[in-house]
């Protein structure tokens, strides 16, 4: 009890400034954890998903901090490393307790696979265009141009286009073979599932061992570390059972907030989820784009739709293959459109390597007109 005390008062290494609502702001939105709970047991759905929903904001921002805190005292190739595996963990958790819940319930199976494959389509759209045109508007008003490491802007553009393909062929075998069994849409899934990871892994050791100097950025070991290496471990694992306890409620409840709010399954995926999961990592890549930090604003958003699309999306379809799902990167006609024109889109704008306030308005622009559908859908 001491040893918690302690970490907790003002030192060195101190929780204080990081948890408490009086310096964090953020931290104010972790009062929801208790209403999410109150709702859950007193079968008021609706509301359950509203409070998990919000909990899940300051909780994957103290996901995010515990790893920047381990990431301070390692190498930069293994800081990366560390990023990049808990980068989008709320996305994976929420993706894969919807998937048990499909394969505890088979009735529920349609709705929570659409849930799935829209969280992921949203989470690459939020990224590219919402984070991305937030970081250009933010930073542009500031400074007249931004500068940005071009050619790591191109690697990742095309890495992007080529995971793309894996979300394009399954929808366009569908719609070129009308009767085509779902049983052969999700087994090409699987295989193409399989290639994905390889070229994700293959992205791993380009980025992080053969051309590790092309992505370093400069700073890496000038931050100084806010909590020692066993309090950093602590917070994360704490705030990942939290993130666990609140995405069980919330997709518990996915069905019911859809009935009582009529919200279509596709917006609460493609919009809500995402938006929540990733707005403490939305905050930091607009943050660091008003300081000038145009790398590293664009390695978060660029780089957190490239674990997406390569990582987390393939995973959930062997994780389902596993449970005896049929998830599939089958997202949809218009779903894989949108995805297209998001990718197509921020590729044009990156290649040059510079950036303005007004480039961001039209990557806003572009995502509010693609929410607007979603709603209507």
Known sequence: MSEITESI???????????????????????????????????????????????????????????????VRTSESLGGLLNATFGNAVEAIIASLALYAAFSNPELTENMIT?????????????????????????????????????????????????????VIPAAFAAANKGVSNDSIVSLSRWTALVLLGIYCLNMVFQLKTHATLYATDG?????????????????????????????????????????FNLPYLF???????????????????????KDKMDMSISIAVGSSIQIALLIAPFMVLFGWVLGVGMSLQFGLFETITCLVAV???????????????????LIATYLIIAMAFLYM
């Open 9 to 71: 008062e003002e030192g060195p290494f101190s929780y204080k400034p990081i948890i408490s609502p009086l310096e964090n702001k953020l931290m104010w939105m972790l009062f929801a954890i208790p209403f999410a709970i109150y709702f859950e047991f007193s079968d008021q759905h609706g509301y359950a998903f509203i409070a998990s929903i919000l909990s899940i904001m300051p909780l994957a921002w103290l996901m995010g901090k515990g790893t920047e805190e381990i990431a």
């Open 115 to 167: 849930v799935v494959q829209a969280s992921l389509i949203g989470s690459i759209l939020g990224n590219l265009l919402l984070v991305l045109g937030l970081a250009f508007l933010w930073g542009g008003l500031k400074h007249k141009k931004q500068q940005f490491n071009s050619q790591v802007s191109q690697t990742n553009g095309s890495l992007l286009l080529l995971a793309l393909i894996g979300l």
């Open 220 to 260: 890496h070991h000038d931050e100084e570390a806010e909590l020692s290496q066993k309090q950093a471990i602590t917070l994360l694992l704490i705030a990942t059972l939290f993130v666990a306890w609140m995405a069980h409620i919330l997709v518990a409840s996915i069905e019911h907030a859809a009935e009582q």
């Open 268 to 290: 609460i995926g493609v919009i809500l989820l995402p938006f929540f999961g990733n707005a403490a990592e939305h905050m930091t890549a607009v943050s660091v784009a008003r």
């Open 344 to 362: 197509l889109i921020t590729n044009f704008i990156i290649q040059d390597g510079e950036s303005n306030w007004f480039e961001g308005v039209m």
